[in-house]
């Protein structure tokens, strides 16, 4: 009954850092109702800058978040001007095929640059044991890294004047723009911070996992939020 228990546990701590990922595609997604189908080749590039920043510098996994926290959110930036801000207004058909053509480029890129070989990252941490079951410690850090992270999320939403600005513009952006929101910056920001929560998520993917990834596991993650993606298009467009 216990390794029941514990199995479910387990599901838990890992969904948390699952459930960051999903923070970042639902936040685009909710602020300006486009599809962004890069969401999981930012996730494989978060695990992508960990190997090589933890790799490059020989400092431990868990320290090249903020750096990929931060370059995830000008990467974001950089991505909204490209695909998303010629995109806005019009049927959310047309951001599906903006972003799945950037999607393209950079899946096409990385394995230009890395081709298929496959990368890891060794992580090692103490796990906790109870009874005859253990938790895994990169598990348990990573879930609470996540828990952190989305706490820090609602409070800057919720708290902060720029959060502010970001659920204004997703609850009606012409009266944001009458009241004097820059509403291009915040939608700019919205997308830098949705690239960095799948970037983070990315990065605590490959500490829980010792599954090996390359360039090309973009196409595979991004086939898990294609449907769901691509459905909510077609009802939009309705």
Known sequence: MFGIIASIIDGVLVGLVYGLAAMGLTLIWGVMDVINLTHGTMIVAGMMALYLISGAFGISPYFTLPPILIGGFFVGVALYWIAVHR???????????????????????????????????????????IDRY?????????????????????????????????????????????????????????????????????????????????????????????PCSAASAIRSAR
Do not use: D, Q
């Not at 394995?111 to 044991?129: D, I, M």
């Not at 992270?149 to 513009?169: E, N, W």
């Not at 990315?202 to 993650?221: E, K």
């Open 87 to 129: 995109m806005m207004g019009r049927p959310p058909l047309m951001s599906l095929l903006s972003t799945f053509s950037v999607n393209l480029v950079l899946v096409g890129l990385g394995t230009a640059v890395w081709g298929t070989a496959l990368f890891n990252v060794e992580v090692s941490l103490p796990g906790l044991t």
């Open 134 to 226: 253990t938790f895994p410690g990169p598990h348990i850090l990573a879930a609470v890294l996540a828990a952190v992270i989305a706490a820090l999320l609602y409070l800057f939403l919720h708290y902060t004047r720029l959060g502010k600005a970001l659920r204004a513009v997703a609850n009606n952006r012409e009266a944001a723009e009458l009241v004097g929101i820059p509403t291009t910056r915040v939608l700019a920001i919205a997308v830098g911070c949705g690239v960095a929560l799948a970037g983070v998520s990315g990065m605590l993917i490959g500490t829980c996992f010792r599954s090996p990834f390359s360039p090309a596991t973009a196409i595979s993650s991004k086939a898990s939020s294609s």
